[in-house]
């Protein structure tokens, strides 16, 4: 019996067509196949310099066509009837003319595609392109570096230390700010920052600041952002781990001698390693695949990757290039995975069973 | 435990820094909408007011977005729920090699960053002469909030005891009597937490949706918009009752995990 039989056996005909009909659909029409075609989107491009040879040939076609209709209203002019053989003639060429027109414009509805890999090397080439990549990489490395040094202390406090009552009315405290709103989250730094904002006010008016500082002109003020947006997701999955850890295991550790940071170091950490990894692993992808935070905290000289992605498909209108970029991003993603899984030591599954 | 006395103290300080971080930003946040300024700001405080409450309620755009966004929201829990609950039966149940595998992929979603699942979603069904909109938005948001779904529904699976499935068949029930009468009715809590989280998902949902909505708007693109061209303190009204809304489904959250916790000890 093959498992799909078994599948059918053990649930019944009407059960097993829904477990597996709607799965399916969601696998193929939702996340495969549209991740495939953006990597054919990818891999090739409009060839316009034979389109723009296509057009140039219409509309000279396009001229000599009026000329032909001018023609053959001067001869009908002239008193020429429509059976007159010149006309006849002219009248032909005029059709064939228009005809091959037509044909022609349909080929430009669908201009040629040809498959090379220059949407990327386009992407290699582009210095500010690369340069604004890069920063991409390193900022979103420093925002998942910063949530991790920040959020180890406050998960193992609330898993392993605090009493039952506190520990509910702190993670109450790290609910609410982690169901606002995104935007929101990023709107209330913007309101700090900002070069008339809370913090420059205050501390020019206690006489500690003499002149207001721009935040929001470079990175700072994204990362600031990206941070305060995306720190509570490391949290989370390191918590949920430091609460598995066997308080004994402490305990024993401790009557045995240890310190206080060896505990953590040799216990506690090693035990989190994958809700860090997850933690991380969301944290980068969201630092690197967030379009919210720069769009509000940055300047105009502090455009972001996916700033860049947005205008090639909105503002740009190639969606090849787009497209490339888009997978060039997703890339970064997997290769963090990997990278996490190496660190932490853990399998793939250890991650994805944590999310 | 020597450790503890001495970095308590040290520990209390921080945690304290900690929420005030989190906390202070959402606090002047909503301080501001109710002062008098058209730029939205806490200082200097010029006088307390509720326009910007009359004039968000006044807002036809935003009262439109919102109509959208709730669309959005029930089309995805209609169809992220069943394709969650769907996924996480046949994951559950199926004896193959392949199910680590398909599980892996059926979680990447989540592990995508949202830009992508939307630019995917905009070039394949553009492809059909489908361009960004409603339909579109439903369509790119469940490909990742089904997931989530799934999650929840598997983790209650994995504690269904099989015998109360044997036994309804023993007693002669078929196989779509037990899924009615045993499975599904277990499951009941699971469809209201796996619809309330789906819909909040929907709901506050940017990267994804920026991509594939098209000429329309949702009330977390409004906002955004509303930020970056011609911010007034309406954003700020906004925010407050978000932060209303969030406290109080916190709150409620928090009990009810307090009496399941009561419950099962």
């Keep these: 019996m093959t498992q799909w039989q078994q599948l059918l056996f053990q649930n019944g005909k009407i059960m097993a067509v829904f477990m597996v009909a709607l799965p399916a659909f969601w696998l193929v029409i939702l996340i495969v196949a549209p991740q495939l075609m953006m990597i054919d989107f990818s891999l090739w491009y409009e060839d316009n310099v034979t389109l723009e040879r296509l057009e140039r040939d219409i509309s000279q076609k396009d001229h000599h066509l009026f000329d032909l209709d001018d023609k053959i209203a001067n001869l009908m002019d002239q008193g020429l009837s429509a059976a007159d053989p010149q006309l006849v003639s002219l009248e032909q060429e005029y059709q064939l003319l228009d005809q091959e027109i037509k044909q022609l414009m349909l080929k430009t509805d669908d201009p040629p595609e040809v498959y090379s ?153 090693p035990h989190a390693k994958p809700g860090l990894a997850v933690g991380a ?56 995975v990997m990278l996490m899984m190496k660190i932490f030591r853990v399998r793939f599954n250890d991650i994805t069973r944590r999310v | 435990m020597n450790y503890s006395r001495l970095y308590a103290p040290l520990m209390k300080i921080y945690l304290l820094v900690f929420f005030c971080y989190l906390f202070l930003p959402l606090l002047l946040m909503a301080i501001a909408a109710f002062n008098t300024p058209t730029i939205p700001s806490v200082i200097p405080w010029q006088g307390f007011t509720l326009q910007w409450f009359t004039l968000l309620f006044q807002d036809r755009l935003i009262w439109e977005s919102v109509l959208n966004s709730l669309i959005i929201g ?151 918009s509303m930020i970056r061209l011609g911010l007034t303190p309406e954003v700020n009204a906004l925010s407050v009752i978000f932060l209303g809304v969030t406290v109080m489904a916190a709150v409620i959250y928090t009990l009810l995990q307090k009496q399941e916790d009561t419950d099962a000890v």
């Design chain 1, 281 to 336: 692993i969301t944290t980068f992808m969201l630092a690197a695949g967030t379009y919210a935070v720069p769009a509000i905290l940055g300047g105009p000289h502090s455009l972001w990757f996916t700033q860049i992605i947005y205008s090639w498909f909105f503002d740009g209108g190639n969606w090849n290039q787009g497209a490339a970029y888009a997978f060039v991003l997703l890339f970064l993603c997997i290769i963090f």
């Design chain 2, 74 to 224: 029930i089309g995805v829990v209609l169809l992220a729920v069943p394709i969650g609950l769907s996924a996480a039966l046949l994951l559950t149940r199926l004896q193959s090699r392949s199910q680590p595998f398909l599980y892996a992929i059926l979680v990447s979603p989540i592990l995508t960053p949202g830009v992508i699942l939307g630019i995917s979603t905009l070039i394949f069904w553009s492809q059909a002469g489908i361009g960004g909109g409603l339909f579109l938005t439903v369509i790119g948001q469940t490909t990742f909030i089904a997931s989530f779904s799934m999650l929840i529904f598997m983790a209650q699976l994995q504690r269904l005891d099989p015998e109360l499935e044997e036994a309804a068949l023993d007693l002669g029930a078929s196989h779509l009597q037990t899924y009615m009468k045993v499975i599904f009715p277990y499951l009941k809590p699971t469809f209201i937490t796996a619809a309330c989280i789906s819909f909040l998902q929907s709901f506050e949902n940017y990267n994804t949706t920026l991509f594939v909505i098209g000429a329309d708007t949702t009330l977390t693109v409004k906002i955004a």
């Design chain 1, 117 to 269: 890999p220059k949407n990327y090397v386009y992407l290699a080439h582009n210095q500010l392109h690369r340069t604004i990549f890069l920063k991409t990489i390193w900022s979103s490395l420093m925002v998942t570096l910063i949530a991790m040094v920040i959020c180890y202390p406050v998960a193992y406090y609330l898993a392993q230390v605090a009493p039952k009552r506190q520990a509910t009315i702190l993670f109450l405290g790290l609910i609410i700010p982690y169901w606002i709103n995104e935007i929101l989250r990023t709107f209330a730094w913007l309101m700090l920052l900002s070069y008339n904002g809370f913090i420059n006010l205050f501390f020019t008016r206690a006489g500690l600041l003499e002149e207001p500082i721009e935040f929001l002109d470079g990175n700072t003020g994204v990362l600031i952002g990206m941070t305060y947006a995306y720190i509570l997701f490391m949290v989370f999955p390191t918590y949920n781990l430091l609460q598995t850890l066997d308080r004994n295991q402490i305990d024993a550790a401790s009557d045995l001698g240890a310190g206080w940071i060896r505990i953590h170091l040799r216990i506690a950490i």
